[in-house]
Nanobody
Framework: QLQASGGGLVQGGGSLRLSCAVSGRSVSSYAWGWFRHAPGKEREFVAGIRRRADTHYAGSVKGRFTVSRDNAKNMVYLQMNSLEPEDTAVYYC????????????????????WGQGTLVTVSS
């Protein structure tokens, strides 16, 4: 089970940290992705961390967002800095139970498990 939290309303330029609490599986055994879905847009990849802890980002968030995991706490995080109104969306964490090849990191179909979303609203 995945439980995302940490969303909220923030002014442009501000920061938020999203958390994904994981139960029933070890975070180090899975690849993890963060996706977002904004109104009127397709769901899109934001960031991912594979089992070996290599990280990957969408171009629009590179340098502003950081994905990480805490094996001891069994948590996955998305630190979001310099937020922009365009970052407004519902954010989801997702897990891939098998090894995920590099070319599939950005594909939502590569992830088998999804948490409920958490809403991030960035005001201008």
């Amino acid at each position: 089970q995945l439980q995302a939290s940490g969303g909220g309303l923030v002014q442009g330029g501000g920061s938020l940290r999203l958390s994904c609490a994981v139960s029933g599986r070890s975070v180090s055994s899975y690849a993890w992705g963060w996706f977002r879905h904004a109104p009127g847009k397709e769901r899109e990849f934001v960031a991912g961390i594979r089992r070996r802890a290599d990280t990957h980002y969408a171009g629009s968030v590179k340098g502003r967002f950081t994905v990480s995991r805490d094996n001891a706490k069994n948590m996955v995080y998305l630190q979001m800095n310099s937020l922009e109104p365009e970052d407004t969306a519902v954010y989801y964490c997702a897990a891939a139970s098998s090894g995920i090849i590099l070319s599939s990191v950005t594909l939502s179909t590569a992830y088998s498990y999804w948490g409920q979303g958490t809403l991030v609203t960035v005001s201008s």
